[in-house]
């Protein structure tokens, strides 16, 4: 990996032995537009990951360290500007090309990303839970309809008729003028619970798996009122709820004490 006059040193693990290039940058270079000019920022970056292989990106503060990350799923300023170069994902699909539908279907669900600053990084007028839930319901929309099937199960006649019917039809055809119609009465699109109260449950068994104590009261908290650190524990569980192929961590733990960071 290159990187001009900056110093960046890219360290690579391979843990499996597979030859495939899962993510390819190639001779990137990338410039901030600001009032005095342009900013050289990325100078020819080369660099490239195989499956189940471990890269460690390492340079002084101001490098372009986050800078490289942000580019692989494109959340860059508005200022920045790309000269050349690519980034190719699964041998197939240059990600500076694609488009924003595109896009909203690689991230989260194919690559995620902690941030470095955990306690700007969350949605402050969301409740936890319903952060972490909220990729489940993008990307995995119908095993959260089909687990808010069973727990419907669980209510009583004539609730479960009704709103089974609806997410029957949902999962057949998302797009029907039939579900546009029940989800604008107050009563019927009700059954909308069901599929986000699934992704909730699941959202409070993430957090317990990144150590989070107190999951099911946390999941109900705003970020406001948790520490760094548990924010920090937050970002990961986001990252992690929907099983990427690949996770990119800009500090992931730099707000988590040493016991959490071995974890």
């Known amino acids: 990996m290159t990187n001009g006059d900056s110093k960046m040193t890219a360290i690579q693990e391979q843990t499996t032995m597979k030859d495939e290039r899962f993510l ?24 490239e990951v195989k499956r189940a292989e471990v890269l460690g990106v390492v340079g002084e503060t101001g490098c372009g360290k986050t800078v490289t990350a942000r580019s692989i799923v494109r959340l860059l300023e508005s200022n920045a500007i790309v000269e050349k170069g690519s980034i190719i994902f699964e041998e197939s699909q240059n990600i500076l090309k694609a488009s924003e539908k595109d896009l909203e279907k690689i991230r989260g669900r194919k690559i995620s990303m902690i941030f470095q600053e955990p306690m700007t990084s969350l949605n402050p007028t969301m409740r936890i839970g319903d952060q ?74 993430i957090l317990r798996i990144v150590g989070m104590p107190s999951p099911e009261r946390i999941a109900f908290v705003y970020p406001h ?26 500090e992931p733990t730099s707000a988590v004490d040493v016991t959490t960071q071995a974890k």
């Open 132 to 205: 972490v839930a909220e990729g489940l319901l993008l990307h995995f929309r119908e095993n959260m309809i089909k687990k808010g099937l069973e727990l419907l199960e669980e209510e009583k006649p004539p609730v479960i008729a009704l709103y089974k019917n609806i997410l029957e039809r949902e999962l057949k055809n998302p797009n029907s003028i039939a579900l546009k119609i029940a989800s604008r009465i107050p009563f019927i699109k009700k059954y909308q619970l069901y599929p986000k109260l699934a992704a909730w449950r699941e959202s409070v068994e």
């Open 225 to 250: 009122e948790l520490s760094g650190g548990m924010c920090q524990r937050v970002l990961i569980a986001i990252a992690l709820s929907c099983k990427p192929e690949l996770i990119i961590a800009d």
């Open 24 to 47: 390819v940058i190639k001779d990137l270079y990338l410039n901030f537009g600001v009032y005095q000019g342009t900013v050289k920022v990325l100078d020819g970056i080369d660099l």
